[in-house]
């Protein structure tokens, strides 16, 4: 079955520290990739999306991700995190519909 | 652009009373939006897609008659969750679909608690 996978549940950084979030994905044709962001009680914001057209994409807030077909990953990182960036990460696939990673927690020491 | 909606934000309803939740996209037409459901800690579980001017299409395990879905417009859908109950307490969140693109833009959610 096709999923994908967010290693880590929870991620806590220093201020000012790099940011890396993983997101493994099953699936022998590279599909549509998105990061999107949770604040506390609110919906979800796109961080970014993979559409094939580069590897390295930019989002967002500092953040970037990179495609890499080999490895089946698209880990987000940002390299210097910032207290806002406390929030609740998800990666998503587009396999006909959109399926979600279970979601990593980031919090950020001052 | 790309701005999602949804009213009301928070409801707090009684056991077999009825809510209706909008959501709107306000700067694009959406042929398609989804509806979600995520618990506390959790992921987002789709629960239907509902297509401007057809009948919604529902995922495996969710009842079709206790949470029906209007698309009656190519901006608003409506969720209405029926004979609510306090296990249907949750956040749900709509999407709407972008034409033309395979993104979908969120809502910022409605925290519904039923007593």
């Known amino acids: 079955a096709q999923s994908v996978t967010q290693l880590g549940s929870h991620v806590s950084v220093s201020e000012g520290a790099l940011v890396l979030l993983r997101c493994n994905y099953s699936s022998s044709v590279p599909p549509y990739l998105f990061w999107y962001v949770q604040y506390p009680n609110q919906g979800l914001q796109l961080l970014l999306k993979y559409t094939s057209a580069a590897t390295l994409v930019k989002g967002i807030n500092g953040f970037e991700a990179e495609f890499k077909k080999s490895e089946t990953s698209f880990h987000l990182t940002k390299p210097s995190a910032h207290m806002s960036d406390a929030a609740e990460y998800f990666c998503?696939?587009?396999?006909?519909?959109?399926?979600f990673g279970a979601g990593t927690t980031v919090t950020v020491r001052a | 652009g790309a701005v999602v909606s949804q009213h009301p934000s928070r409801v707090i309803c009684k056991s077999g009373t009825s809510v209706k939740i909008e959501c709107r996209s306000l700067?694009?037409?959406?042929?398609?939006m989804f509806w979600y459901r995520q618990f506390p800690k959790k992921s987002l579980m789709l629960m239907a897609t509902?297509?401007?001017?057809?009948?919604?299409?529902?995922e495996q395990g969710v009842e079709k008659d206790k949470f029906l879905i209007n698309h009656a417009s190519l901006t608003l859908s409506t969720l209405t969750v029926t004979s609510a109950h306090p296990e249907d307490s949750s956040f749900y969140i709509c999407?709407?679909?972008?034409?033309?693109?395979?993104?979908?833009?969120f809502g910022p959610g409605t925290r519904l608690t039923v007593l």
């Open positions: 509902s297509n401007e001017g057809s009948k919604a299409t529902y």
């Open positions: 999407s709407a679909r972008l034409l033309g693109t395979d993104t979908q833009y």
């Open positions: 998503a696939v587009i396999w006909g519909k959109l399926s």
């Open positions: 700067d694009f037409q959406a042929t398609t």
